[in-house]
T-cell receptor, first 115, second 114 residues
Framework: DAGITQSPRYKITETGRQVTLMCHQTWSHSYMFWYRQDLGHGLRLIYYSAAADITDKGEVPDGYVVSRSKTENFPLTLESATRSQTSVYFC??????????????FGPGTRLTVL | AQSVTQPDIHITVSEGASLELRCNYSYGATPYLFWYVQSPGQGLQLLLKYFSGDTLVQGIKGFEAEFKRSQSSFNLRKPSVHWSDAAEYFCAVGPSNQGGKLIFGQGTELSVKP
C-alpha cells in the first residue's frame, strides 16, 4: 500500500519490557519523525531523521531509541517501557525543499498502553 | 523560544454557525504555518498551509486561514460549520529549511451541536 503505515496499531505491554513500534513509508521521503500525543500537550517530537543513518533528538527523547538503516523504515524502540510512556505515537514523513511546503504526512498512529 | 499557542482547548459551535480557531506563534524567522485536523482515532490530515504570498489561504473542506505577521497569528476560519467538522485541530509552525521539523500547538477540540 502506498503511503505511511504503522504497526502495531494497538499494543499493551508491561513496565520494563522492550517495545518496538514500526513505521514504513513508500514515498522515499528523506525526513521521518516520531511524535507522541498526550492530552494537554498536543504532539511532541521524540526523534527525527534527515536520511538513512542520520537521526537527531527532538523535544522528548529520553527512554527512546531510533534507527534508520533504510530510507523507508524508521522504528522506534522503548528500551524499558514505563507507565509514563503510555501514549499515542505518530510517525510522519516529509521531503525537504519544495516538499517542506507541503508539510508532513502522518501515519494512523499506534496506541501504546504500559501497565 | 519557539512555540505555538492555541488558547482554546475546547470549542462548541452550532451546526451552520461560523468558526474561528485561534493560533499564535513565537518564531525567530519567517515561518511556514500549517493547520492539521485529526478525526477521532485517525492520524493528522493537512488542512492548509502558508509560506509566502497572499496572507489569506484557502484549504480543504471549506476552511481558510489568515496570516497576520504583526499579531503573530494564523487563525483558522470556516463560514458555516458542518457536523462532520467535529475533530481536533492543530496549528503548527516550521522553518523554511530543516526538512519541515514542526512545532505543534496543544490542539483545539471542536464539538458541533445539531
Amino acid at each position: 500500500d502506498a503511503g505511511i503505515t504503522q504497526s502495531p496499531r494497538y499494543k499493551i505491554t508491561e513496565t520494563g519490557r522492550q517495545v518496538t513500534l514500526m513505521c514504513h513509508q513508500t514515498w522515499s521521503h528523506s525526513y521521518m519523525f516520531w511524535y507522541r500525543q498526550d492530552l494537554g500537550h498536543g504532539l511532541r517530537l521524540i526523534y527525527y531523521s534527515a536520511a538513512a543513518d542520520i537521526t537527531d533528538k527532538g523535544e522528548v527523547p529520553d527512554g527512546y531509541v531510533v534507527s534508520r538503516s533504510k530510507t523507508e523504515n524508521f522504528p522506534l524502540t522503548l528500551e524499558s517501557a514505563t507507565r509514563s510512556q503510555t501514549s499515542v505515537y505518530f510517525c510522519a514523513s516529509s521531503e525537504p525543499g519544495a516538499g517542506t511546503r507541503v508539510g508532513q504526512f502522518f501515519g494512523p498512529g499506534t496506541r501504546l498502553t504500559v501497565l | 523560544a519557539q512555540s505555538v499557542t492555541q488558547p482554546d482547548i475546547h470549542i462548541t459551535v452550532s451546526e451552520g454557525a461560523s468558526l474561528e480557531l485561534r493560533c499564535n506563534y513565537s518564531y525567530g524567522a519567517t515561518p511556514y504555518l500549517f493547520w492539521y485536523v485529526q478525526s477521532p482515532g485517525q492520524g493528522l490530515q493537512l488542512l492548509l498551509k502558508y509560506f509566502s504570498g497572499d496572507t489569506l489561504v484557502q484549504g480543504i473542506k471549506g476552511f481558510e486561514a489568515e496570516f497576520k505577521r504583526s499579531q503573530s497569528s494564523f487563525n483558522l476560519r470556516k463560514p458555516s460549520v458542518h457536523w462532520s467538522d467535529a475533530a481536533e485541530y492543530f496549528c503548527a509552525v516550521g522553518p523554511s529549511n530543516q526538512g519541515g521539523k514542526l512545532i505543534f500547538g496543544q490542539g483545539t477540540e471542536l464539538s458541533v451541536k445539531p
